[in-house]
């Protein structure tokens, strides 16, 4: 048509066929590029592995310092500050109770308290070296076989001490043992305790089976048992 551009024929000597083992090549090529271009872009933006990165450090000494502020949680940490030195005490006073006890008279009763509630008991502490026979007879009755005992027991030391036992020992003129018995606290009338610088006194009658010699004389030993 008149007036309408029209475009160069191209000769057919300039046409180019390309076989497939020519073509193999190029398409590599091309492939090639694309890999470069992919390796060379920007990594994906993965928005699950942001949640690993760790807050700044003002954030996280904001989030302690609101758990510390919740109410619940400040009532039992001053329930325990107060609560556990109160249990120290206490364990310590059950304890050291028998030489406080002792060494402390006016402590007594409240240990005593506690160990009604810890269902123990206070025991006086054991001091043989400071319990001593400060004085004693052993004296024949009217009746054969008759006797009595007069014992003093002095507690030297300055604090409560156990009452320990006594072993009386009947001897020959040869001072060789003819009879020999223990006597607890109890069966001389005295006290399970000694108070401090305290001194007993009392007296036994006792009953003596023959025996094969006479007695000349007598021996007496404080002990714990």
Do not use: K
């Amino acid at each position: 048509m008149e007036g309408e551009p029209s475009l160069p024929a191209v000769a057919d000597d300039f046409a180019v066929t390309l076989t497939p083992e020519e073509m193999a090549p190029a398409i590599l090529a091309a492939d090639s590029d694309a890999d470069v271009r992919l390796d060379l872009a920007a990594p994906p933006f993965d928005a699950a592995g942001q949640d690993d990165v760790p807050p700044p450090s003002f954030v996280r000494q904001a989030q302690r310092r609101a758990r510390w502020n919740r109410p619940w949680l400040r009532f039992v940490a001053w329930t325990l500050l107060v609560l556990l030195p109160v249990l120290l005490v206490l364990q310590f006073l059950l304890y050291q109770r028998n030489p406080l006890a002792a060494q402390v008279p006016a402590l007594r009763p409240l240990l005593v308290s506690l160990c009604q509630v810890a269902g123990c008991s206070i025991a006086a502490p054991h001091n043989i070296a400071m319990v001593v026979v400060s004085g004693s007879a052993f004296n024949q009755e009217v009746q054969p076989g008759q006797y009595r005992l007069g014992l003093s027991v002095r507690n030297q030391s300055s604090s409560i001490v156990a009452t320990p036992a006594l072993e009386l020992t009947l001897t020959d003129a040869s001072d060789q043992p003819l009879v020999r018995r223990i006597f607890r606290p109890a069966e001389l009338g005295m006290p399970a305790e000694l108070g401090p610088r305290a001194e007993w006194s009392g007296s036994l009658p006792l009953a003596v089976q023959p025996l094969p010699q006479p007695i000349a004389g007598y021996r007496m030993e404080l002990f714990y048992p």
